[in-house]
């Protein structure tokens, strides 16, 4: 079975600095992990994924991640915050095969605070 | 087009209660999954659907609950005998199909509370 550990439930930071969302997951078989944000009352919006192509992931909204599987982790950066990025942040992995299906196993979420 | 929708996006009920949670896919999206999202947790699968089939109910904490998908697009959750531990927010997602590295697209979900 595979999981997920966010490390940090709650993050801040200044408005302009350096994002850091932390991902660590356990998977018996090569993984696909993904990056969702979750605004007030809206649903889980992708952010995300690796699929096995290349390591470092590009997402929306300038958004980042770098698969390191010597690490097993999937850590979600951006260069600069903005107020817009306050929101919850959350880290899932799907494995290929089985019955898996393509659901997802979902972290605990990271909520992350823009203060000017 | 239209987004994943869910009805009622708030439903409040007694214990003991049953409920009917309902989630309205992306038209033309044969996956379905419906996820439970626990206050301070992340989303916890409960069940997927390929087409009309529940294909992997492996997530579904007891008898109480089950889901239906009988035209292959919108999906009812159901929970009998409701008891105040089932309050939580469900989600349902769709995507085009069932495969791990497909794009899953979430509703706002559906708060349900148990008093």
């Known amino acids: 079975a595979q999981s997920v550990t966010q490390l940090g439930s709650h993050v801040s930071v200044s408005e302009g600095a350096l994002v850091l969302l932390r991902c660590n997951y356990s998977s018996s078989v090569p993984p696909y992990l993904f990056w969702y944000v979750q605004y007030p009352n809206q649903g889980l919006q992708l952010l995300l994924k690796?699929?096995?192509?290349?390591?470092l992931v590009k997402g929306i909204n300038g958004f980042e991640a770098e698969f390191k599987k010597s690490e097993t982790s999937f850590h979600l950066t951006k260069p600069s915050a903005h107020m817009s990025d306050a929101a919850e942040y959350f880290c899932a992995v799907s494995v290929e095969g089985g019955t898996s299906y393509g659901k997802l196993t979902f972290g605990q979420g990271t909520i992350l605070t823009v203060h000017p | 087009g239209a987004g994943v929708s869910q009805t009622p996006s708030n439903k409040v009920t007694e214990k003991g209660k049953y409920v009917e949670l309902r989630c309205d896919p992306i038209?033309?999206?044969?996956?379905l999954y419906w996820y439970r999202q626990s206050l301070g947790q992340g989303p916890e699968f409960l069940i997927y659907?390929?087409?009309?089939?529940?294909?992997?109910d492996s997530g579904l904490p007891n008898d109480r609950f089950f889901a239906v998908r009988p035209e292959g697009s919108v999906s009812t959750l159901k929970i009998q005998r409701t008891e105040r531990g089932d309050s939580a927010v469900y989600l349902c997602a769709s995507g085009a199909r069932g495969s791990s590295y497909n794009e899953q697209f979430f509703g706002p979900g559906t708060r349900l509370t148990v008093l």
């Open positions: 659907f390929q087409g009309t089939g529940a294909a992997d």
């Open positions: 690796y699929t096995s192509a290349a390591t």
């Open positions: 038209s033309g999206h044969t996956a």
